[in-house]
């Protein structure tokens, strides 16, 4: 089994609906992040958690919410799916700074 | 705040021939640096990080990188390319535990390179 698990791995969905991706994993760590990639505009982060508890928005957060319902969960919702937000999204868990991430391998998502 | 600069979206090699992905990047911090590719379809593979240390690392595949404090660089370098090195590359800055900007990555926006037969 992958150390992160991302499902599904491609979806397409209608404007206005809501939708939740998942993400999972094993490694043990606390520290999890949503990232959305687009062509030219690489990596952008939308949530971080650094536990239960502990959730912060990053800097594309509008429009997304999250919620990490153990350590080894963290679901990105979007409340009202929008053109705008079809991308590619990536569920990456870290254990600390100097390791870097573990990325899952993400969630193609198109909104029509 | 961090930011990170990856010069030219798109770089084409010849088979055999000399790999270099330009990044520069912006800390207020003694940076880690970070190097990793994405093959079609695929998720981020981690190639080579700098955290402390020997400035010159080296990575998987025959990748190494020099962090170069003086010209906030930390260039991606593969002598002799080969097929298999087609895929898009992002080179990401973070900081130490506490550090300002730390706890997550800022990713520059990538470079596709091509390899030609």
């Known amino acids: 089994d992958a150390d992160v698990t991302q499902t599904p791995r491609n979806r397409i969905t209608k404007t206005g609906k809501r939708i939740m991706l998942e993400c999972s994993q094993t490694k043990g760590h606390d520290r999890m992040y949503w990232y959305r990639q687009d062509p030219g505009l690489g990596l952008r982060l939308i949530y971080y958690?650094?536990?239960?508890?502990?959730?912060n928005k990053g800097e594309i957060s509008d429009g997304y919410s999250v919620s990490r319902q153990a350590q080894a969960k963290f679901s990105l919702s979007l409340e009202s799916a929008i053109p705008n937000q079809t991308a590619l999204y990536f569920c990456a868990t870290s254990e600390k700074g100097s390791d870097g991430y573990t990325f899952g391998s993400g969630t193609r998502l198109t909104v029509v | 705040a961090q930011s990170v600069t990856q010069l030219g979206s798109h770089v084409s090699v010849s088979e055999g021939a000399l790999v270099l992905l330009r990044c520069n990047y912006s800390?207020?911090?003694?940076?880690?640096l970070f190097w990793y590719v994405q093959y079609p379809n695929q998720g981020l593979q981690l190639l080579l990080k700098y955290t402390t240390g020997a400035t010159l690392v080296k990575g998987i595949n025959g990748f190494e990188a020099e962090f170069k404090k003086s010209e906030t660089s930390f260039h991606l370098t593969k002598p002799s390319a080969h097929m298999s090195d087609a895929a898009e590359y992002f080179c990401a800055v973070g900081a130490p535990d506490s550090g300002a900007g730390s706890y997550q990555l800022t990713f520059g926006k990538g470079t596709k390179l091509s390899v030609i037969p």
């Open positions: 800390s207020s911090v003694p940076p880690y």
């Open positions: 958690s650094f536990d239960v508890k502990d959730i």
